[in-house]
């Protein structure tokens, strides 16, 4: 289990990760997959990777990407009444973070 206490100063980020094979359904569940989302996992991935590099190089952000299964995502969006937007991404993202840190304690 990685441990983040080595560094306090520095703000843990969990993010959203997608699979490559989930990208059209993403597309096609998210609600503002027109304005969040591009078109492509591909073109997702470059975007993703250079956000990356920004949050942990200029802002010294600790970046946990968190593997997002859309199944997982939508049964969980359905659960908490929520949209499937890109807060419900983020929110998902960290929920599934906090349930893998408790397993570590």
């Not at 094979?21 to 591909?42: A, H, N």
């Not at 199944?71 to 998902?92: K, M, P, Q, V």
Request: net charge negative.
């Amino acid at each position: 289990a990685m441990s983040f206490v080595e560094d306090p100063t520095r703000s843990i980020l969990p993010i959203p990760w997608y699979r490559e094979g989930d990208w059209p359904r993403l597309l096609k569940v998210s609600v503002d997959s027109e304005e969040t989302l591009e078109p492509t996992w591909d073109q997702w991935y470059r975007a993703a990777l250079e956000e990356l590099y920004h949050l942990t190089t200029e802002l010294a952000y600790v970046v946990v990407p968190i593997d997002v299964a859309v199944d997982g995502l939508i049964t969980w969006c359905r659960t908490h009444s929520r949209s499937i937007d890109n807060e419900a991404r983020f929110a998902f993202a960290l929920h599934r973070f906090q349930l893998r840190h408790d397993d570590d304690s």
